[in-house]
């Protein structure tokens, strides 16, 4: 049985995406189906980043998957004035391909910002921690050669939506 996400009030009810057409799996549904591609893609030979597989570096350092959870802050509201965003991405969060993120189609794509834009539907999305830590740990102390983030943070929701039942 599949249920529509659960409305949440804050001064009236979120508008409901996609015009009525089939809405996107409630924040638990979401990332259980996330958790069980990103397992099923780990233990098989899955990659986020295949194109660096022949990388020296890449075979001595290895890959790091990152789940981004939590509310409005990690799905990125930097830039966001009016319900709009700006479009301007800070250095820090610049885009690499050794970068990839998780589609909500549950494809590997390289990430760039709104990390959340397709997960995080009922808000828009700007710039958020997700990019400026993966090239932290990309480029810095942690020096891993392939980062993968799993974005799956949804603003103005509460610990029970996240709940099983």
């Given amino acids: 049985h599949h249920s529509a996400p659960r409305e949440v009030k804050q001064g009236g009810t979120r508008p409901k995406p996609y ?5 996107p799996p409630s924040p638990p549904r979401l990332a259980t189906a996330l958790f069980l591609y990103l397992l099923a893609s780990s233990v098989g030979a899955s990659s986020p980043s295949p194109h660096r597989a022949g990388n020296r570096k890449a075979a001595q350092v290895g890959r790091v998957v990152f789940i981004l959870a939590g509310q409005s802050n990690m799905s990125g509201r930097g830039g966001v004035v009016n319900n709009t965003w700006d479009g301007v991405v800070p250095p820090e969060c610049r885009p690499d391909p050794s ?7 549950l494809r590997w794509e390289e990430a760039r910002e709104p990390l959340h834009a397709d997960i995080d539907v009922y808000a828009v999305c700007g710039v958020g921690p997700g990019m400026a830590f993966a090239n932290a740990v990309r480029g810095g102390g942690g020096g891993f050669a392939e980062v993968g983030l799993v974005p799956c943070a949804v603003g103005n929701t509460k610990v029970g939506q996240w709940q099983k039942g």
């Fill in 19 to 23: 015009g009525g057409a089939m809405a």
């Fill in 99 to 105: 970068i990839q993120r998780l589609s909500a189609a």
